[in-house]
């Protein structure tokens, strides 16, 4: 086969493109620190790593899903908390007033205080989340759960509860779904008693207005059954929010791994990189001094 001058040059122009190519790439890699700059640098090694990265993706959502959680739970029982704290003053208020020596006007007097727990209860249960959501109602969280007076009660009427039975979730593992709310039906109004926790106070209020001490030992009994059922509540969502940490816990070290097997797969050994660096630089010269020369030979200076 002939080998003209054009294909000579073209030979030696190819070489050079392909060393300075080569060369760009190792520069790439260094600057960016990473081995695999596109797939097919190493399709085996890229394809690992994207089902890493995705893996990784949703354990981030998973983590994201279980704070807000932690989140939801910790201000639900801190409601209850408080509610249980209200129930406690009842509960002695309660004793106070079957005390003998106190009249009509002392009774009175714990009734109004009483009222006044009536409202900071009702409160709690119709309470809402950071996005107005309301935390006892079920799946219907943009309904105020709750609804009923004192007066209306003592009348006769039922406290009123527009949510429902649902428990809301959140998905915080690949296997797992955790209630982040209880019903406000649950946790108010089937206690034990037979009636709301509202109905029973109403009643207690109604009786010592009337200075009745009568049904004291009743009121006792049933202001206990529903603080009781409320540490129920709550101490289901201590049981959860213990999960949760566990879960917290388990994602940080599938974090690590996978982070460490991406670094693995992905990351550039810098001392092999320089190594190869180095030595496509001396190619490329190579490539370029021996193309200078060879471009400068001709026929004639083989007849002389």
């Known amino acids: 086969m002939r080998v003209s001058t054009s294909m000579i040059f073209d030979a030696g122009v190819s070489s ?5 190519a080569d060369l760009l790439h190792i520069q790439q890699q260094i600057a960016s ?14 394809a690992r790593a994207l089902e890493v990265t995705q893996s990784s993706d949703i354990l981030t959502q998973f983590t994201t899903n279980q704070k807000s959680a932690m989140s939801a739970l910790g201000l639900a029982e801190g409601q209850l908390a408080s509610a249980t704290e209200i129930l406690q003053r009842v509960h002695e208020l309660t004793i106070q007033a079957g005390g003998p020596a106190l009249t009509a006007v002392n ?7 009483l009222r006044a727990l009536y409202g900071n209860l009702m409160g709690i249960a119709n309470s809402a989340d950071g996005q107005g959501q309301f935390q006892f109602s079920g799946y219907q969280g943009s309904t105020k759960p709750f609804s009923g007076t004192v007066d209306a009660l003592i009348a006769g009427a039922e406290i009123t509860y527009a949510g429902d039975d649902g428990l809301r979730k959140i998905q ?9 709310s209880d019903s406000g039906s649950d946790i108010f109004v089937r206690n034990g008693n037979g009636e709301s926790v509202f109905k029973s106070l109403a009643t207690l209020i109604a009786e010592l207005e009337a200075n009745d001490t009568s ?15 409320i540490l129920r509540v709550r101490a289901a969502f201590g049981s959860r929010m213990n999960e949760l940490e566990s879960l917290g816990y388990l994602n940080q070290d599938l974090s690590v791994q996978y982070a460490q097997t991406l670094s693995d797969l992905q990351d550039l050994d810098y001392a092999k990189a320089i190594s190869d660096l180095t030595l496509k630089q001396n190619q490329l010269q190579a490539a370029q001094e021996s193309f200078s020369k060879i471009s400068q030979l001709s026929l004639f200076d083989y007849l002389r």
């Open 16 to 20: 050079m493109n392909k060393q300075s």
């Open 172 to 180: 915080v593992s690949a296997a797992r779904q955790i209630e982040i």
């Open 107 to 113: 009774r009175q007097a714990i009734a109004v205080e």
């Open 215 to 229: 049904g004291l030992t009743t009121a006792i009994t049933k202001i206990t059954n529903a603080g009781d059922n």
């Open 33 to 46: 620190g990473r081995r695999i700059l596109r797939p097919s640098d190493d399709a085996v090694a890229a």
